[in-house]
C-alpha cells in the first residue's frame, strides 16, 4: 500500500475523533477520508502491476490521465469532506 493510500485514511479516522460534535458529519468525513485512501491505494497496486510487466517487456509508458483523474477526485473528496464538517 502506498503512503498516500495509509495518510488519507488516517486523516479521516483524525477528523472523525477531533470533530467538535462528533455527529453524523463527522461520521461522513471519517468514510468519506477512507474511501479516498482506498481509491488510491487500488490504483497504487493496479499501477505497480502494470508498470511490472511493461519493464519486463522494455516498454514502459508513464501515467497520464488516470494519475490527473485520481488525484482529482481524491482532492474533491478531501473538500467534500472538510465541507461536510462544519
Do not use: W
Not at 499501477?47 to 517487456?57: K, M, N, P, S
Request: hydrophobic share 55%.
Amino acid at each position: 500500500m502506498a503512503p498516500d493510500g495509509i495518510s488519507v485514511p488516517a486523516s479521516g479516522v483524525a477528523v472523525a475523533k477531533s470533530a467538535p460534535n462528533r455527529g453524523g458529519h463527522a461520521v461522513a468525513a471519517g468514510f468519506i477520508l477512507p474511501a479516498a485512501g482506498l481509491l488510491v491505494s487500488v490504483h497504487g497496486t493496479v499501477r505497480y502491476r502494470v508498470i511490472c510487466r511493461q519493464l519486463e517487456a522494455g516498454e514502459f509508458a508513464p501515467a497520464t490521465v488516470t494519475a490527473i483523474v485520481l488525484s482529482s477526485a481524491v482532492t474533491l473528496l478531501a473538500l467534500l469532506a472538510v465541507v461536510v464538517l462544519p
